[in-house]
């Protein structure tokens, strides 16, 4: 089993910028692959961005130039700084892993067993 918890949601403009963290405890390895998603009322969740097992990045285009995911393996958590941030942006958060390592990222969310509760981000216009 392992157990995440996301933390760093808030309000903010457009324009602004927030971190996301996701602290990762249990059956867990530095090995293990690690994903982003977000989920908009009425919208399907989606990928945002993924780390593997070889700490290789990846982005949804949405975000790609103004997120970047990163991994502290020593402390077990997971990174997500949101840079110019837009309206569209705004959504629940989670982050998920399988428990599993992996050569690269695995956009759908089907492919994960864990997931944390959810931080929120709300951007204004």
């Known amino acids: 089993q392992v157990q995440l918890v996301e933390s760093g949601g808030g309000s903010v403009q457009a324009g602004g910028s927030l971190r996301l963290s996701c602290a990762a405890s249990g059956s867990t390895s530095s090995s293990d692959c690690m994903a982003w998603f977000r989920q908009a009322p009425g919208k399907e969740r989606e990928g945002v961005a993924g780390i593997d097992t070889y700490d290789r990045t990846y982005y949804a285009d949405s975000v790609k130039g103004r997120f970047t995911v990163s991994k502290d393996n020593a402390n077990n958590t997971l990174y997500l700084a949101l840079n110019s941030l837009k309206p569209e942006d705004t959504a629940m958060y989670y982050c998920?892993?399988?428990?599993?390592?992996?050569?690269?990222?695995?956009?759908?969310?089907?492919?994960?067993?864990?997931w944390g509760q959810g931080t929120q981000v709300s951007v204004s216009s």
């Open positions: 998920a892993t399988d428990g599993v390592p992996c050569g690269r990222w695995d956009r759908s969310p089907g492919g994960y067993r864990y």
